[in-house]
Nanobody, 123 residues
Framework: QVQLVESGGGLVQAGDSLRLSCVFS????????VGWFRQLPGKEREFVAA????????SFADSVKDRFTISRDNSKNTVYLQMNTLKLEDTAMYYC????????????????WGQGTEVTVSS
């Protein structure tokens, strides 16, 4: 059974940077694509970024693609989301998700989810 644990969230000011981590366990990490999603209360969970099994393919939401990067370290079973030049609208609960089917950009394409880490950006 896949387990995902996110960390790295916190309270930052607009313009700051933050790096989120997602630690994977329970299966062979290198066989899974990993995505990051975010959600505000009462709103849909939206796609942020994703990375394929061997880091050869990445995908980003338009709202973050010039500010966020995603990477993975298969030796540490960890995926990182580096968030730069944070904006107020980046405030959300951030979730990582894993799929052994393909790199997806919709939450329905991921069958494994972490509990989330909260990011709050203040002015």
């Amino acid at each position: 059974q896949v387990q995902l644990v996110e960390s790295g969230g916190g309270l930052v000011q607009a313009g700051d940077s933050l790096r989120l981590s997602c630690v994977f366990s329970g299966r062979t990490f290198s066989e899974y694509a990993v995505g990051w999603f975010r959600q505000l209360p009462g709103k849909e969970r939206e796609f942020v970024a994703a990375i394929s099994w061997v880091s050869s393919t990445t995908s980003f939401a338009d709202s973050v693609k010039d500010r966020f990067t995603i990477s993975r370290d298969n030796s540490k079973n960890t995926v990182y989301l580096q968030m730069n030049t944070l904006k107020l609208e980046d405030t959300a609960m951030y979730y990582c998700a894993a799929s052994n089917r393909h790199l997806g950009t919709h939450r329905a394409e991921y069958e494994n989810w972490g509990q989330g880490t909260e990011v709050t950006v203040s002015s």
